[in-house]
């Protein structure tokens, strides 16, 4: 109604009055209904809330002046209502906050507006405090008590966090706004004390509450985000420390209250910050994520799987992605038929188009085929019989440089034609498809919505994969040129014809790397300084390969009649050279930029040392072929080029081993009698809580240093391999 009024009379003013008078006879016949018994329980929260969206139209249509004391006036009036009677109040009022703080505060100083709503808020939680109840309320009472109670925090904390998104670049300003803040909000140690104080109300399922919470685990949430958020300015160690305090608290949270759902979301995060990766994934498993969720909801989970070096696990979720995707194209096409038949032909037409442009566009679908190619390597690694002949890359597939290659980068090949395999994640490489922002962005924040202080944010860009994607293509594409090579013949090189397989391999080869090349331009913002100066190295090594086997490094340049082995050696040893000298630089770009290096080593194998590693391997075995030997080095130029692009590879590789034993070395627990620990642990048995905590992240990182211990030992030991001479 107010749209199309606005639309026929050009008069927004004019428009909201008439709004105003329909929705002033809709309430007056509630209020009258209600006079008489007849009314729901609850008073219809819509015409209400209309009443505060047409003040906040005023504003966005321009009229400030006027509008924003009404707004306040209006947030404040509706809370007063619903606050008591449901935990939805803030939620349905939160935008109208972000509006009001955004419109009349400047520079994070607080309006006067902004300063009435904060006042109602204070009052409300003063008089509402659940640890000053007595014992003659009911249990309704008590109910209304503890909502009026949480609705106010919440409000006082969104209002804390938008003033300080005004002044996030300024420290002193973000400060001054806590100290101001802080005295809105109660203390960590109030809101724990009246969490346990409700704890006897139940769930209150029968009264419309959740039977899988406890109606005040809300204050374990807020409690958890005040501690990080007023101590984010602090010391690393400090803010380590209330993280722990932080997943403590969580994980006494889940013992009285295991199915909200909340909780573990909020203990996943904080188990990921901590260092924690089994706990969070166990707890994330314990949420029983399945069907459309694992499409909407493995976006917190999957990226963090593998800056743990949880590779198996990731794997695992990547490929129930994958999974929930070929199943419902299949139930689809099951479906979609019965609906033309029946005549539903508006039903059928909902599904093509769902299937087409939200699932088949899945961005998540397309991070979860990238993972799993990108994982493959290092899947059911540490399982063997026999240790000493154990070569824990490559066990089951992947392209590793090892004499399985050839079988399984056919098979890639082949797989790439099924949209369901994850090898098909090779044909978005070749249409650029992130470039015209065709992907469907189906994940669901709405999950997060307990962060109030504290928002996390998911940044998953199409081209970090794509890129990834390119990587692949190279590599499987090396490989099958690989297998085709012409050995030489009484010690010459046997030339290369047009039409040959070797040629139009070669030729493929070549283009995949001019493609790749091209893509890395224009994305390069999108993965880290490391992995951008390794991926440049990978494709000027795939160059040499192709310049050894083929003599070719331009698809569309004709071949070489006058082609020989002299010539090839002369044109692969500075591309050699070049390749030393930017694993060098990667060394030194990973050591200077990265801020937690155990991790991004973690991050990094899968990314693109693994990638790397097959094509040194590859084209060491090409190179002997040509008589350019690992035990050349001393007499053949190539070979000595060779073994100093391992030996550089090498020491990044130790650099990445030292990181991961650092970062995961043993810890002791934390000593519960420091001063910095909350008071609020005290109430909850904190101490053994914390001990479990840190009992979990002991485990976490044994488990991590058994598995990359015998990865990075096979890439060390093989790159030793090049340092030999006859």
């Known amino acids: 109604l107010l749209e199309c009024a606005a639309i026929l009379e050009d008069d927004v003013h004019a428009c909201v009055v008439k709004c105003q008078i329909v929705l002033d006879r809709i309430l007056k016949e509630e209020e009258e209904k209600a006079a008489n018994g007849e009314g729901p329980k609850v008073p219809l929260r819509g015409p209400h809330l209309f009443v505060v969206e047409l003040v906040a139209y005023m504003i966005k249509d321009g009229d400030v002046p006027s509008a924003i004391a009404n707004l306040s006036e209006a947030i404040v009036k509706y809370g007063s209502l619903y606050a008591p009677l449901v935990f939805c109040c803030f939620q349905d009022l939160r935008v109208y906050i972000q509006l009001l703080v955004e419109r009349s505060c400047e520079n994070g100083r607080i309006s006067s507006e902004v300063q009435k709503v904060l006042d109602w808020a204070v009052g409300l939680h003063e008089l509402n405090n659940p640890v000053m109840i007595g014992d003659g309320d009911s249990d309704q009472e008590k109910m209304s008590k503890l909502r009026n109670y949480i609705a106010s925090i919440k409000f006082c904390f969104e209002i804390w966090h938008q003033l300080c998104s005004q002044c996030k670049d300024d420290i002193e300003a973000s400060e001054s706004i806590d100290n101001s803040m802080a005295s809105f909000v109660p203390s960590p140690e109030e809101m724990i004390s009246c969490w346990k104080n409700t704890m006897d109300l139940g769930n209150n399922a029968k009264d419309g509450g959740q039977k899988e919470c406890l109606p005040g685990d809300d204050l374990v949430l ?264 012409k050995p030489l013949k009484k010690g010459k090189i046997v030339k290369v014809r047009d039409g040959e397989v070797i040629d139009i391999r070669s030729k493929s080869l070549c283009q995949s790397i001019a493609s790749t090349e091209t893509y890395l331009t224009g994305s390069a913002s999108h993965c880290s300084q490391a992995h951008f100066v390794l991926l440049k190295a990978t494709l000027v090594l795939s160059k040499a390969f192709s310049i050894i086997v083929s003599g070719r490094e331009d698809s569309n340049a004709p071949i070489d009649p006058s082609d020989s082995l002299t010539k090839r050696e002369e044109r692969v040893i500075p591309l050699l050279t070049e390749v030393t000298l930017l694993l060098k630089e990667s060394a030194s770009t990973w050591n200077d930029h990265s801020r937690d290096e155990g991790t991004s080593a973690l991050r990094l194998l899968p990314d693109i040392l693994i990638t790397l590693f097959a094509t040194l391997k590859t084209t060491a075995n090409a190179s002997a072929t040509f008589g350019w030997g690992k035990r050349k080095r001393a007499t053949k130029p190539v070979a000595g080029c060779l073994a100093e692009v391992a030996a550089s590879f090498q020491v990044l590789v130790e650099d990445l081993r030292k990181a991961v034993a650092e970062q995961f070395a043993t810890i002791s627990d934390l000593d519960y009698s420091s001063e910095t620990r909350p008071r609020c642990m005290d109430l909850i048995d904190g101490e053994e809580m914390l001990k479990k905590v840190m009992s979990d992240i002991r485990s976490y990182r044994q488990e991590i240093l058994e598995r990359m211990h015998p990865l990075l030992k096979e890439i060390k030991n093989e790159l030793e391999t090049y340092d030999a001479t006859d």
């Open 222 to 485: 807020l409690t958890v985000q005040l501690l990080s958020h007023r101590n984010r300015f602090e010391q690393e160690d400090t803010r380590k420390q209330m993280s722990l305090y932080a997943s403590a608290i969580l994980e006494n949270a889940l013992i009285h209250s295991p199915y909200n759902a909340y909780l573990k979301i909020a203990a996943v995060k904080n188990h990921f910050l901590n260092g924690s990766g089994l706990r969070a994934i166990e707890v994330f498993d314990d949420m029983n994520v399945k069907q459309i969720q694992l499409d909407s909801c493995s976006y917190f989970v999957l990226r963090n799987l593998v800056d743990c070096g949880l590779y198996k696990e990731a794997i695992d979720h990547a490929g129930n992605v994958v999974r929930l995707h070929s199943t419902s194209e299949k139930d689809l096409c099951s479906y979609m038929p019965r609906s033309f038949e029946n005549g539903n032909t508006m039903r059928g037409r909902e599904m093509m188009n769902w299937q087409q442009n939200q699932m088949s566009q899945s961005l998540q679908l397309l991070e979860a085929k990238g993972l799993i190619m990108d994982l493959a390597p290092l899947l059911n690694y540490g399982n063997s019989d026999d240790p000493q002949s154990f070569s824990p890359i490559g066990i089951v597939c992947g392209l590793v440089g090892s004499k399985n290659d050839e079988e399984r980068a056919e098979k890639i090949l082949r797989d790439s034609t099924n949209f369901f395999a994850a090898p098909s994640v090779l044909n978005v490489a070749a249409e650029s498809a992130c470039i015209k922002n065709v992907w469907s962005d189906n994940r669901d924040f709405s999950v997060h919505e307990y962060e109030i202080l504290e928002k996390s944010t998911f940044i998953l860009p199409p081209q970090e994969t794509v890129m990834r994607a390119h990587e692949h293509r190279v590599l499987a594409t090396l490989v099958l040129v690989a297998q085709s090579i």
